[in-house]
């Protein structure tokens, strides 16, 4: 059978001859939480996954966060958790840095056995808008920021995590070190070997920094004029940096806000729009005047992301991270060289002229992120859409536009999910439903559970 994913045996012939030592391969199937899920296969095995792909059950795509079944999916009994087909992802076969033995990694895609993409993966919504915007003759680009806590093993005397000693010399530091290249030499050696990583499954990562809470850091991607590429980048990037981390002896912590005193970690996007010949169509034409596509864009973006906030924050933890003046946006707000701002347009010359998207947390999928960002992209270019006036100066404090307001919390998040219309269209019928059942589920089980804090709160005071 012919690759549905485009995929071919001559890729893993030339990998398998080029790395002999290479004894087995993690095969890996994003879900929509973004865990990686899948099996370790044999050396011997990989030509017959090239060939004819690999055999996963259906369920695999409704798991929530804990890797329980949700029934309400339709993805387990409905269909007897039948087996579909995951094929590789062309050029995604890459080598596992410091393994021993050494071990290879590809991620997949999932697609029925007739070869159609199975609709629940996150990766098929994202390549359904990249073809909706190639058919009117746009091209997205862009990259994803990743920002990431570094905590040690063990917790605190109170039980809470703490950041991580310096992998050099066991220094600690508790501070707030944004910026600072000396506190970044203690972590200079897990960082080449991040670099390394990178480097052996060309991921374009570039800068580093101490970023805004202690512990934490960013690191950042070369932009690629691929969108589902620079998707790919940021998932095969979290698991170099988790891997790395581990062997390292330390953890690295995707979650969006770990610790409560400081500021949380965003998965910022950066997005702009190609036209045909390679012309950026958000770049003005006239000095000291926006481009009416970039202002469309905006508009797009700021009238969907009330009913988009589920897919940027996704979970219970994820509401911690919008607070006002934490560098988390709190408003469907614009605004240029302004950090303060849900949708900033950066400073910077205009052939390069693009737009961050700050709402998504790094706990979010960066494949439904970018599938819902262009979605409403397409949205305000096709309707024209007015971004309303831009802000400036302190965006907290800042009016909410015409747009409306995101939800308050998680739960008023699914609600507006679930009722969307528009993100039906942006993820597909299929995985909204499959999305938005699997975080009501995610939901309820948060919901019943009594916490430590109900305990110091309650136990002894009603």
């Known amino acids: 059978m012919t690759s549905p994913s485009g995929s071919s045996l001559d890729e893993a012939k030339r990998f398998l001859d080029a790395n002999p030592d290479i004894e087995a391969f993690d095969i890996v199937l994003t879900d929509v939480n973004g865990i990686g899920r899948g099996k370790i296969i044999r050396r011997h095995e990989l030509a017959g996954v090239y060939e004819s792909g690999r055999h996963l059950p259906i369920?695999?795509?409704?798991?929530?966060?804990?890797?329980?079944?949700?029934?309400?999916?339709?993805?387990?009994?409905?269909?007897?958790?039948?087996?579909?087909?995951?094929?590789?992802?062309?050029?995604?076969?890459?080598?596992?840095?410091?393994?021993?033995?050494?071990?290879?990694?590809?991620l997949m895609a999932m697609y029925h056995l007739d070869g159609t993409p199975m609709t629940s993966d996150p990766r098929h919504a994202l390549a359904r808008q990249v073809g909706k915007l190639a058919e009117k003759g746009l091209h997205p680009a862009g990259a994803f920021e990743l920002e990431?806590?570094?905590?040690?093993?063990?917790?605190?005397?109170?039980?809470?995590?703490?950041?991580?000693?310096?992998?050099?010399?066991?220094?600690r530091s508790g501070k707030t070190e944004v910026y600072s290249v000396d506190h970044l030499h203690g972590m200079e050696p897990l960082f080449s070997d991040i670099y390394a990583a990178c480097a052996a499954q060309d991921i374009p990562a570039e800068t580093i920094i101490s970023e805004?809470?202690?512990?934490?850091?960013?690191?950042?991607?070369?932009?690629?004029?691929?969108?589902?590429?620079?998707?790919?980048?940021?998932?095969?990037?979290?698991?170099?940096?988790?891997?790395?981390?581990?062997?390292?002896g330390v953890t690295a912590c995707f979650m969006a806000k770990p610790i409560e005193k400081y500021a949380g970690s965003g998965m910022h996007f950066h997005v702009s729009m190609l036209d045909g010949a390679g012309g950026n169509v958000f770049s003005e034409a006239t000095e000291g005047k926006w481009a009416p596509t970039l202002l469309n864009a905006l508009g797009g973006l700021a009238g969907t992301m009330a009913e988009s906030m589920l897919v940027f924050?996704?979970?219970?933890?994820?509401?911690?991270?919008?607070?006002?003046?934490?560098?988390?946006?709190?408003?469907?707000?614009?605004?240029?060289?302004?950090?303060?701002?849900?949708?900033?347009?950066?400073?910077?010359?205009?052939?390069?002229?693009?737009?961050?998207?700050?709402?998504?947390?790094?706990d979010a999928n960066p494949y439904l992120v970018a599938a819902t960002v262009l979605a409403g992209i397409a949205k305000g270019l096709d309707e024209k859409l007015d971004p309303g006036p831009e802000t400036t100066g302190n965006g907290y404090a800042a009016e909410a536009p015409a747009g409306g307001t995101m939800p308050?919390?998680?739960?008023?998040?699914?609600?507006?999910?679930?009722?969307?219309?528009?993100?039906?269209?942006?993820?597909?019928?299929?995985l909204h439903r499959t999305f938005t059942e699997i975080k009501f589920a995610e939901y309820l089980r948060v919901a019943r559970t009594v916490s430590e804090l109900d305990y110091h709160l309650y136990l002894h005071e009603v």
């Open 148 to 171: 990431f806590f570094l905590l040690a093993n063990e917790r605190d005397a109170e039980g809470r995590v703490q950041p991580a000693s310096a992998v050099l010399d066991g220094r």
């Open 408 to 430: 308050s919390d998680w739960r008023g998040a699914i609600e507006a999910a679930k009722g969307s219309a528009f993100l039906r269209q942006a993820l597909g019928e299929d």
């Open 313 to 362: 924050a996704p979970h219970a933890n994820s509401w911690r991270r919008f607070v006002a003046q934490s560098y988390a946006p709190v408003a469907p707000t614009w605004g240029v060289n302004n950090r303060s701002v849900a949708l900033r347009v950066p400073a910077g010359d205009v052939k390069n002229r693009r737009i961050e998207h700050r709402p998504s947390g790094v």
């Open 212 to 248: 805004y809470a202690p512990g934490q850091y960013e690191l950042t991607l070369r932009y690629r004029k691929d969108a589902m590429r620079a998707a790919d980048d940021l998932v095969m990037l979290k698991r170099i940096v988790r891997a790395q981390a581990r062997r390292h």
């Open 59 to 106: 369920s695999i795509l409704g798991l929530d966060i804990t890797g329980e079944d949700v029934h309400e999916t339709g993805l387990i009994w409905d269909s007897g958790d039948g087996d579909l087909r995951a094929w590789p992802i062309p050029g995604t076969l890459v080598r596992l840095h410091g393994t021993s033995p050494a071990r290879g990694q590809v």
